[in-house]
């Protein structure tokens, strides 16, 4: 009679304790919640920039289109690493001679697995562009 009556306190100790071990979760602008056992969801990520820039042609030339991708991991919810950031994308532009990203979309990617291993996966993209200088 033990037995069933542990097993059945770690499960619950283990549900309570889920949303603990889940801290990279962050709420999506759009899409279905993470699951508690189990994720693997692609969203758009908010962008939270209010500020708006008027460029003209003469400002800048376009280098072409650019990609990148970065990814973090979760174990347990007390281990966490890696590098979800823009910064890749940005790297990509430059080897390519951009000088600065122009009309950058970001998606991002959830995968969890009972909050044991999550990964948040962030695709980045965008237009390199190089700024011209004032005066030629």
């Known amino acids: ?38 994720s693997n969801v692609t969203y758009p990520a908010a962008n939270t920039s209010q500020t708006q820039y008027q460029l003209r042609s003469e400002d800048f030339e376009i280098v072409g289109p650019v990609r990148g991708e970065g990814a973090s991991h979760s174990i347990l919810g007390l281990i966490s690493f890696g590098d979800s950031g823009y910064d890749e994308a940005l790297k990509r532009a430059q080897s390519m001679g951009a000088d600065d990203l122009a009309n950058v979309r970001v998606d991002t990617r959830y995968f969890n697995f009972v909050y044991i291993y999550s990964r948040v996966d962030t695709m980045i993209s965008g237009t390199g562009i190089k700024w011209k200088k004032a005066g030629k």
């Open 1 to 38: 009679m033990r037995r069933p009556v542990g097993f059945l306190a770690c499960t619950v100790a283990l549900l309570l304790l889920m949303g603990c071990a889940g801290g990279m979760y962050m709420a999506p602008p759009s899409g279905a919640m993470p699951g508690q056992f189990y």
